[in-house]
C-alpha cells in the first residue's frame, strides 16, 4: 500500500510566506478534501505536493522516497496531477489527449496495448466522455475539457492523484458525477486521493476527510462532522453560517447566513433569537 505524506512543508513566493510547515500523512482509500478561502494556499499545496512547485523547506514522500529526488517517469508513475487551468494547445481528439495519461507507463514512442486501451476507455467514461472521445479538444466546451483533464489524469493510474478544483465549472449532474466516480476509484483501487474544492456540502458528502486551510496552516483536520463546524467556517472564511444535518445523507450541511449575522438576519432565518 502507498505511503504518502507531507513534513514540515513551507512555500514563499519571494518573501511571501504562503505554507507555514505543513505536515499531511494521506491514506489509500481516502478522499481528502483541502478547503480554504481564496488565497489560503489550497492549488500552492497541490502543487507542492506534485513537485510542479519546490517548496523552500521540508519533505513530500512516497514510499520513504523524497519526491524531489525521483525522476521525472518515475513520479508521474506514482502521482497524477489534475491542474485547475492549461492552454488549449493544438487541435488534437478528445482521445489523443486522454492517452497521453498513458506516457509516463509506455514512453512516447511505444504503441499502445490492450490494457492501455482499456484504462483510457474506462477514464474516457469515468469522466462522461465517451460520446465525445473523437472531438476536436479546440471545440469543447469548458466543462467538457475539465472532464477531459481529469480523464487524462485517471489515465495515467497512479496510486496518488491530485485534483485541483475538479468539479469547477461543471454543471450539477456532473459535479455529482466525478466526485462520486472518483469516490469509487479511490475505494476499489485503493488511491489515495487528495481534492480542492470550494463547495463545502460536496466536500462533506464526498471526503473522508477534510484539512482546512487559513492564515498559511491547518486550521482544522478531520472528518466532515469536526471540520465543518460554524467557529471553524467563520475562522476561515469571514461568513456566518449554521451546519445543520443533511435530510437524506445525514453528512453536516452548510447554510451560509453572510458576512455579519446579525440577530435581525438570525430571526429572519427563524434561528436563535425567539420570537416575541
Ligand atoms: N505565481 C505567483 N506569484 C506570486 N504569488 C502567487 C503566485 N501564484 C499564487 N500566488 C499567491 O499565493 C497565494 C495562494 O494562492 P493559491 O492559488 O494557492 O490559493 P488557493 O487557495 O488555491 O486560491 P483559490 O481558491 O482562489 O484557487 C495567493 O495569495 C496568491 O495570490
Redesign the pocket.
Known amino acids: 500500500m502507498t505511503r504518502f505524506y507531507a513534513q514540515g512543508l513551507t512555500f514563499s ?2 518573501d ?1 510566506l ?1 505554507l507555514d510547515s505543513i505536515s499531511l500523512e494521506f491514506c489509500a482509500g481516502e478522499i481528502l478534501v ?1 478547503l ?12 507542492s505536493l506534485s513537485r510542479q512547485l519546490n517548496p523552500v523547506n521540508g519533505v513530500v514522500g512516497v514510499d520513504g522516497r523524497d519526491i524531489q529526488t525521483m525522476s521525472r517517469r518515475s513520479l508521474a508513475q506514482s502521482i497524477a496531477f489534475m491542474p ?1 487551468q492549461e492552454n488549449r494547445g493544438t487541435p488534437l481528439r478528445v482521445i489523443d489527449v486522454v492517452r497521453l495519461g498513458r506516457t509516463p507507463h509506455r514512453g512516447w514512442w511505444m504503441p499502445l496495448t490492450r490494457d492501455d486501451s482499456d484504462i483510457v476507455d474506462q477514464s474516457l467514461e469515468a469522466a462522461g466522455l465517451t460520446d465525445l472521445r473523437d472531438r476536436v479538444i479546440t471545440e469543447l466546451s469548458g466543462g467538457e475539457w475539465r472532464r477531459m483533464i481529469l480523464a487524462r489524469a485517471l489515465a495515467q493510474a497512479s496510486p496518488i492523484v491530485l485534483l ?2 475538479p468539479t469547477a465549472g461543471l454543471d450539477l449532474k456532473f459535479q455529482f458525477d466525478v466526485l462520486d466516480r472518483v469516490r469509487q476509484m479511490a475505494k476499489q483501487r485503493g488511491l489515495i486521493v487528495v481534492v ?1 474544492l ?1 463547495d463545502l456540502n460536496h466536500a462533506a458528502l464526498f471526503g473522508d476527510r477534510l484539512a482546512l ?1 487559513s492564515q498559511r496552516s491547518i486550521l482544522a483536520l478531520g472528518s466532515p462532522q469536526e471540520v465543518l463546524q460554524p467557529h471553524l467556517i467563520e475562522q476561515a472564511f469571514g461568513v456566518s453560517v449554521v451546519v445543520i444535518e443533511h435530510p437524506v445523507h445525514g453528512t453536516p450541511f452548510v447554510v451560509p447566513l453572510g458576512e455579519s449575522c446579525t440577530s435581525e438576519t438570525q430571526q429572519r432565518h427563524g434561528k436563535g433569537v425567539p420570537r416575541e
Open positions: 513566493y519571494a511571501r504562503i483541502l480554504g478561502a481564496n488565497g489560503a494556499g489550497k492549488t500552492t499545496l497541490l502543487q485547475q485541483d478544483e480542492t470550494h486551510l
